[in-house]
């Protein structure tokens, strides 16, 4: 039964700050994993906010959208985000709240659940991420999907169609119907082979660990 693979399950969304942190965490620690090489990643998909609503002529940052939310000035909103892009910078992400313009995730997620069947998923997750925190596009755009899926090397006809429906919707459904069966109140979410959850961005060391428990585990 020895050198069985390790499944990583991965509930996160695209707009959660420390999503993206927990995953430069996690690359952290699988950098370090003696058995990187037998691990898979399935990223599920998860809505911190579903019903999120934007004025598609009117797109606001983050700063803005907060600030507008809650009620509190801009200056009060800038401030309320200094510790998660401090924490952010040490991960080595530059969050630029100032461009990070606020969209409903549901779409992109459905990118990514059509990236999943073709191999992309890491590499589309890590490229909605990126623009959305870093690059300031708008990724409630179908424009913006497409050029994404295109960067990532998804056939053009292949996102043509897909942009023109609604497909995937079921496969984004029925991973947030799984994490409410689970019990997942919070992203980023990790599940190692069903085993060993670790809830947060934690450090590096954290996901190590429970790496290399989860795989010694698997293969006594």
């Known amino acids: 039964m020895g050198d069985q693979r390790l499944t990583i399950e991965v509930w996160s969304d695209i707009v959660c700050p420390f999503c993206y942190i927990g995953k430069r965490h996690f690359e952290s620690a699988l950098r370090q994993f003696a058995h990187a090489d037998r691990v898979d990643l399935v990223w599920r998909s998860f809505q911190l906010d579903p019903d999120t609503s934007v004025d598609p002529d009117r797109p606001q940052n983050v700063y803005e959208y907060l600030a507008d939310r809650k009620g509190i000035s801009y200056e009060q909103s800038v401030r309320m985000h200094e510790d998660v892009t401090a924490r952010a910078l040490q991960a080595g ?3 630029r709240f100032d461009k990070a313009i606020v969209f409903n995730t549901f779409h ?9 069947m073709h191999g992309l998923a890491d590499l589309v997750k890590e490229k909605l991420m990126s623009a959305y925190f870093l690059d300031g596009r708008n990724c409630g755009e179908a424009a913006t999907l ?14 043509e169609e897909f942009l023109q429906s609604n497909a995937f919707a079921d496969a984004v459904h029925n991973d947030i119907q799984e994490a409410q069966e689970l019990g997942i109140q919070g992203v980023p979410f990790f599940l190692f082979n069903r085993r060993w959850a670790i809830s ?20 006594q």
């Open 146 to 159: 497409e050029a994404i899926g295109r960067e990532a090397g998804l056939n053009p006809a292949i996102l």
């Open 200 to 219: 947060g961005a934690y450090p590096p060391e954290s996901f190590l660990q429970a790496l290399n428990q989860t795989y010694q585990a698997l293969n």
């Open 108 to 116: 992109a997620h459905r990118l990514l659940q059509l990236a999943k």
């Open 93 to 95: 992400l530059a969050y």
